[in-house]
């Protein structure tokens, strides 16, 4: 799974990385603003792939159920899914 810093504000992702921790790391040293959120990012076909009571969308954004072992706990958050 990759992840992203996307901008809430402007809805937009900023910056692709591969893990989480990298992606944190970029926002920490930028000192990015509260704006900014690190978030999963997904193929349609990854995001499919996932049983439909771990996927939910609420007003045009995707949601899922998902955890990175011994980094996140298990949590139902918005991720980015792209076409």
Do not use: H, N, W
């Amino acid at each position: 799974m990759k992840f992203c810093l996307y901008d809430t504000k402007y809805d937009r992702v900023i910056l692709i990385e591969k893990s989480f921790l990298s992606a944190l790391l970029l926002k920490e040293k930028f000192g990015l603003s509260v704006d900014i959120a690190v978030l999963p990012i997904l193929s349609k076909q990854e995001y499919m792939s996932f049983p439909s009571s771990f996927r939910g969308e609420v007003g045009g954004r995707s949601y899922l159920l998902y955890e990175v072992p011994g980094i996140i706990e298990q949590k139902y958050d918005q991720v980015i899914v792209q076409d």
